[in-house]
């Protein structure tokens, strides 16, 4: 078992400086009964705390870890950028690499503007909608997040549900009342509000993998309903990969689903883990950008070479032979090595997967959308969660996360982890 003494005492002293100790709210722990674990470094699919303690890590960074911490090609890579300089507000030729390499994997992306978040890459993908169409409405789904901004904020996952936020102090209702959330994978719905509001709707944004109130795999032909419904309404469709991009496929869940959206939003795996976001999408769509057109975003750390040269050498190791294909047996062995191990305790879970992606959910019913998923045992959760940190797997500390997987994690791994899962579920069952 571990011991956290010296991160219980480094937290202690983390609230006196910073609201709730965590510059993100999850990172708190409050959902899990616990003190989160300060992290020192990290090597492979590892982390290691500063008491000592080594954990397999399935939440690398929530995503842009797929190489894996510390991976040599990105440090050296970060290594000789940073000795060049570490921000110029200036042109480089790296963030048309950059760009170049983009564009290669996801040929739907014309052109693409860098920013500094995935944040940031959503709230400046609403604005090109509005400005494009010249229309207000923007559709998302229930559960879907899409960062903080604040026209976003409507029936959030992640942090929010973990909170047991419904929104957020702070965010003006004449903000959000141009924001319509309906049920994820209920095309009907979606079908009757533009029949309604058609000419008043400028896009859909959508997570075409909900990732955000835990894995959620869209139904059949509910982003193909998506497509058909805002062509015909000459609306724009959104798709925000900035969780699924370049880890489900090498062309993210746009390829993955055969599904092409008008704009894509980016972030996480294209920084290599550093902050960095992007959105691209239709040459006409994106043109709207300032400097060619009137729509106007920027950014002074935008295109950060530091940023820029961590996602250039990320793409590049992704060509492997074989990544993909490594990435989503790993991801469904454990997938199946849980059911088994959990069934075989008279517990039942759902397990939703895609590649690369996992999550637990200690629910009986199957889990379509964030009704769903809100149907969980959070109790049962938190109880295993505490029992596997204990035993050294780090685990997303929110049951509507994912499990994220990278290169770096193998058979071994997996044995330790279904290790440690035959342990915490004999203790769920005490």
């Not at 040929?107 to 709230?123: C, F, Q, Y």
Request: overall charge negative.
């Amino acid at each position: 078992m571990k011991t956290q003494t010296k991160s219980q005492a480094a937290f202690v002293q983390a609230k006196r400086a910073i609201p709730g100790g965590v510059n993100s709210p999850v990172r708190a722990y409050g959902s899990v009964d616990g003190d989160p674990p300060f992290i020192e470094r990290g090597e492979g699919a590892y982390i290691y705390d500063i008491d000592g303690n080594e954990y397999i890590d399935y939440v690398l960074s929530w995503g842009p870890m797929i190489l894996g911490h510390a991976h040599p090609a990105v440090v050296e890579a970060v290594k000789v950028a940073a000795d060049k300089g570490t921000s110029f507000g200036a042109p480089t030729e790296a963030e048309t690499e950059l760009a170049q390499l983009v564009k290669l994997k996801m040929p739907h992306i014309e052109k693409l503007r860098l920013v500094n978040s995935g944040t940031e890459a959503v709230m400046t993908a609403a604005r090109i909608v509005r400005g494009y169409t010249g229309r207000e409405i923007i559709v998302k789904f229930d559960g879907c997040y899409h960062g903080h901004s604040d026209g976003f904020l409507v029936a959030a996952g992640s942090g929010l549900a973990t909170g047991g936020l419904p929104a957020s102090a702070g965010v003006p209702g004449s903000i959000t009342e141009n924001t319509l959330s309906l049920p994820y994978n209920n095309i009907d719905m979606v079908e009757d509000f533009f029949r309604r509001k058609g000419d008043q709707i400028a896009g859909v944004i959508v997570e075409p993998i909900a990732a955000n109130m835990g894995v959620v795999l869209p139904h059949d032909g509910f982003l193909e309903g998506l497509r058909e419904i805002t062509r015909k309404h000459s609306a724009l469709l959104v798709f925000d990969e900035v969780i699924t991009g370049f880890r489900v496929a090498r062309g993210g869940a746009s390829q993955y689903l055969d599904v092409i959206p008008d704009l894509v939003c980016l972030g996480k795996i294209i920084g290599g883990g550093l902050p960095i976001g992007a959105v691209g999408g239709r040459k006409d769509v994106m043109e709207k950008l300032a400097p060619l057109g009137e729509v106007y975003q920027a950014g002074t750390l935008s295109g950060n070479p530091i940023s820029v040269a961590a996602g250039i050498a990320t793409l590049r190791e992704l060509e492997e032979e074989g990544f993909y294909d490594t990435i989503r047996r790993n991801t469904e062995r454990l997938a199946e090595s849980l059911l088994e191990v959990f069934t075989s305790a008279d517990m039942e879970v759902q397990i939703n997967t895609a590649p690369g992606l996992l999550t637990v959910f200690f629910s009986q019913t199957v889990v379509t959308d964030f009704l769903s998923a809100k149907d969980c045992n959070d109790s049962a959760f938190r109880k295993f969660f505490q029992g596997m940190l204990t035993r050294g797997i780090y685990l997303p500390p929110s049951p509507y996360e994912a499990w994220f997987f990278s290169i770096q994690h193998n058979d071994t791994m997996i044995k330790r982890t279904m290790e440690a899962v035959t342990e915490a579920i004999d203790e769920l069952k005490l």
